[in-house]
């Protein structure tokens, strides 16, 4: 088993920045891919980036290239999602999710991740 826990939500003024963070623990031996996905009210959960275990790839979907950075920190077992130029809407709760299996590839396909973090809201007002 693995527990992903999200930090570093919050409110913050269009433009503004944020940095999420997702920590890892239990079975953190294995390595894992991992992924970021958000769900604003009344909409579907979408994929937001990707980055593979080695760190060498990553994949954003478009409204947040260039905006969007993910990270890790294999040693602290931890995933970051640094946030620049919010915008409205991007508010949404975010979720980090990680892939045991397929850990050398970029992929957005959510059922595909095997743990999901219970979330962090991040609000941009206008």
């Known amino acids: 088993q693995v527990q992903l826990v999200e930090a570093g939500g919050g409110l913050v003024q269009a433009g503004g920045s944020l940095r999420l963070s997702c920590a890892a623990s239990?079975?953190?031996?294995?390595?894992?891919?991992a992924a970021w996905f958000r769900q604003a009210p009344g909409k579907e959960r979408e994929f937001v980036a990707a980055?593979?275990?080695?760190?060498?790839?990553?994949y954003y979907t478009d409204s947040v290239k260039g905006r969007f950075t993910i990270s890790r920190d294999n040693a602290k077992n931890t995933v970051y999602l640094q946030m620049n130029s919010l915008k409205p809407e991007d508010t949404a709760v975010y979720y980090c999710?990680?892939?045991?299996?397929?850990?050398?590839?970029?992929?957005?396909?959510?059922?595909?991740?095997?743990?999901w973090g219970q979330g962090t809201q991040v609000t941009v007002s206008s």
């Open positions: 980055i593979t275990w080695s760190g060498g790839n990553t």
């Open positions: 239990g079975r953190t031996a294995s390595r894992y891919a």
């Open positions: 999710a990680i892939d045991l299996h397929l850990t050398t590839v970029v992929h957005t396909s959510g059922p595909l991740y095997d743990y």
